[in-house]
């Protein structure tokens, strides 16, 4: 199992909120359930106590994620460092369902928990993936998206470390109202510049033009 894939654990749960719009898809046990995708024998273990639960640690999370955003790297750290003291995992080698061409086992490392709930289990995997991220790529490859007012998780995984948006969408719309901003600037800036070309010679034909109404011609 990539550690991708165990990042992502904290990614998810983060973005069940979204504080500046008032939403909040965590509040019930079958959303809790839903964030553990695949891994069906964990979301079993999912309990009505583990929404309260499982929001404490997102709380928790996001703060990992602001600290980051914000370039306090230190803070950052022991927020998560936190998390991994309370949430521990035991590193094993694994090769389950994954065979090379000669079908011998494929063998990756494991995050193995042994939670004594849900809760315990999602966020040993979350905390310990997201430490994963933070030591391979940076601190600062954790952010927040900049399409006010999502705020949403992300992971920069880009080469450049130029990613600023959680998705698409977000940084589309984040385009389009600069664009929209700069031609409201521009259409209220004083002193803007004068027409030139074909527009400042209409203009100059339409200053210049005197209308001659009927019987009103001098003598």
């Given at each position: ?6 990042s992502d ?13 008032g ?8 959303a809790v359930?839903a ?5 069906q024998?964990a979301a079993?273990?999912?309990?009505d ?10 709380t ?6 602001e600290?980051a ?8 750290v ?8 309370e949430?521990?995992v ?14 011998r086992?494929?063998?990756h ?19 310990m993936?997201l430490?994963?991220h933070?030591?391979?790529y ?18 920069d ?7 600023r ?7 589309t719309r ?46």
């Amino acid at each position: 199992m990539e550690l991708a894939y165990y990042s992502d654990y904290a990614v998810r749960l983060v973005n069940t909120e979204e504080p500046a719009r008032g939403k909040d898809t965590l509040t019930s046990v079958e959303a809790v359930r839903a964030l553990f995708g695949g891994n069906q024998s964990a979301a079993r273990r999912a309990t009505d106590a583990d929404v309260t639960r499982f929001r404490a640690v997102r709380t928790r999370l996001r703060a990992v994620f602001e600290a980051a955003d914000s370039g306090d790297e230190t803070l950052a750290v022991d927020l998560l460092n936190s998390l991994l003291l309370e949430f521990p995992v035991s590193p094993q080698v694994s090769g389950h369902d994954v065979r090379d061409d000669d079908g011998r086992p494929l063998w990756h490392m494991h995050l193995a928990d042994h939670p004594s709930n849900a809760t315990a289990g999602y966020a040993a995997i979350a905390a310990m993936g997201l430490a994963f991220h933070l030591t391979e790529y940076g601190v600062d490859r954790l952010g927040l998206c900049e399409a006010a007012p999502c705020r949403n998780a992300y992971l920069d995984t880009s080469t450049n470390r130029s990613r600023r948006y959680c998705s698409d969408r977000c940084a589309t719309r984040a385009n389009v109202a600069a664009y929209r901003a700069r031609k409201r600037l521009e259409t209220t800036r004083p002193g803007l510049p004068e027409k030139t070309g074909l527009a400042a010679e209409k203009a100059q034909r339409s200053s210049l033009q005197v209308e001659r109404r009927p019987g009103l011609s001098g003598r």
